[in-house]
């Protein structure tokens, strides 16, 4: 069990799934920020634990939350269980599990971290952070299709590495019919991911020679029509 900062109760957090982090925490605090009253219908895509979903359904929201792998589905409706609270988690591919249905709100903490290897398929627990080569696997996938999921004048909250390149999701939102922007930015240090790769990271100049901080960056998307 670890605290869930988000809500401030306890989770069931299994090594294999990915657990309430500096992203997790700074995509709360951005969903702090949106109305989410009684009855919002909300989507938390790449839910891992169940924290944001169980953050917003705390506040009275219809929440629906979607990961790919089953141990993180069977993790989240066992925090949803122990937290008494009614989350709908549905296993599957991001919007597929969904398809057809329109939500106020989504957030999502997907898989962003640049990986070697173009084209391995991560695996194990790196399920929950690998993302090809750039860091986009799932990035560009998000922002082509999340259009579609959100009823007018709803919202989404993404949350990735600054890595990944900021200035191409924006544009890939505005493309697909978002108002886009950067709601927050915060700068932490590498994580034993970043750090392993520190080299290689270098080598393709996404960091600096001595870089040891990522920044992470909160983009809202809202659909204005």
Request: hydrophobic share 45%; charged share 25%; with cysteine.
């Amino acid at each position: 069990m670890t605290r869930n900062e988000t809500t401030g109760g306890r989770l069931l957090a299994p090594w294999t799934v990915y657990g309430p982090q500096e992203d997790t925490l700074l995509l709360a605090r951005a969903l702090d920020r949106e109305i989410v009253a009684a009855g919002t219908a909300v989507l938390d895509m790449g839910t891992g634990t169940g924290a944001l979903a169980l953050a917003a359904a705390g506040r009275g929201a219809r929440v629906t939350a979607v990961d790919t792998t089953y141990r993180a589905v069977l993790t989240a409706r066992l925090n949803a269980r122990l937290a008494r609270l009614p989350v709908e988690v549905l296993h599957g591919d991001l919007f597929a599990p969904v398809a057809g249905r329109r939500f106020d709100l989504i957030v999502s903490n997907p898989p962003y971290v640049p990986a070697p290897g173009p084209g391995a398929r991560p695996h194990g627990a790196a399920v929950a952070w690998d993302a090809g080569a750039d860091g986009r696997l799932l990035l560009n996938r998000i922002c082509r299709s999340a259009h579609t999921a959100l009823r007018p004048g709803g919202v989404m909250l993404l949350v990735h590495s600054a890595l990944c390149g900021v200035p191409p999701t924006l544009a890939a939102l505005e493309r697909s019919g978002l108002r886009a922007d950067v709601a927050d930015r915060s700068e932490v240090p590498f994580g034993p991911v970043l750090r392993s790769r520190r080299a290689w990271l270098r080598e393709r100049g996404l960091i600096g020679v001595h870089e040891e901080k990522e920044e992470l960056v909160i983009i809202r998307a809202e659909r204005t029509r």
